[in-house]
């Protein structure tokens, strides 16, 4: 149980062109959904909080026009990044909360991942 | 403000030696959680361990073993007898948590890249 899933896994666009992608709680119901970003060989950085229903929660720094986040139903949140650009190239990872209090209900199940790069 | 740290950015070991992977955490909270998590190549983030702050007692797991000090605010990672695949990034990571709603966020290490060699 508690799986993750993330659509593309990877994805090559041009600049200027936006790209969206999908984080999928598969067995499991997350009411909030975290999306983070890694650059390669550095650690994984909060952008933002999704919340099914309501407006995301970005983190210090990061555009919210940029990175459009949307949180429709209780499995599926997506980000899509607007006009990408080359310095938007890195691993975006997605994370679900399982609106189960009880057990597992605080811990965050991880995506695999999907590995963006803007040529 | 919360931080993790982990001075180690990479450690090389042979295999079948034990190795530690350091991490120090600061809070100003009471009631926090602590992880462990290891990275492969592939880059999907592989949940090993996690730890509430009530809970001091030490954990072993197989090859894996964790050392939870409040005193010095740390939360180390052993690994015995290495093998090849442990090679990876392993991340220690801290979250706060509020009362009704579970987790706020996740602070991460820098992660210290492990090397096993034959």
């Known amino acids: 149980g508690a799986v993750v899933s993330q659509h593309p896994s990877w994805v090559i666009c041009k600049s200027g062109t936006s790209v969206k992608i999908e984080c999928r709680s598969l067995?499991?119901?997350?009411?909030?959904m975290f999306w983070y970003r890694q650059f390669p060989k550095q650690s994984l950085m909060l952008m933002a909080t999704?919340?099914?229903?309501?407006?995301?929660?970005?983190e210090q720094g990061v555009e919210k026009d940029k990175f459009l986040i949307n949180h429709a139903s209780l499995t599926l949140s997506t980000l899509t990044v607007t006009s990408a650009h080359p310095e938007d190239s890195s691993f975006y990872i997605c994370?679900?909360?399982?609106?189960?209090?009880?057990?597992?209900?605080?811990?965050?199940?991880f995506g695999p991942g999907t590995r963006l790069t803007v040529l | 403000a919360q931080k993790v740290t982990q001075a180690q950015t990479e450690i090389s070991v042979v295999e079948k030696e034990d190795v530690t992977l350091d991490c120090v955490y600061e809070?100003?909270?009471?009631?926090?959680?602590l992880f462990w998590y290891k990275q492969p190549p592939s880059g999907e983030l592989v949940f090993l361990i996690r730890?509430?702050?009530?809970?001091?007692q030490n954990e072993i797991s197989g090859r894996y073993s964790w050392n939870f000090q409040k005193s010095t605010s740390s939360f180390n990672f052993t690994i015995t007898a290495s093998q090849v695949v442990d090679s990876a990034v392993y991340f220690c990571?801290?979250?706060?948590?509020?009362?009704?709603?579970?987790?706020?966020?996740?602070?991460f290490g820098t992660g210290t890249r492990l090397l096993v060699s034959p």
């Open positions: 994370s679900a909360r399982d609106n189960n209090l009880g057990g597992r209900g605080n811990e965050q199940f």
């Open positions: 067995d499991f119901q997350a009411t909030t």
């Open positions: 999704s919340n099914e229903g309501s407006k995301a929660t970005y």
């Open positions: 809070t100003r909270d009471t009631t926090y959680y």
């Open positions: 730890r509430n702050s009530f809970d001091e």
């Open positions: 990571a801290l979250s706060d948590t509020r009362p009704n709603t579970g987790f706020q966020k996740l602070v």
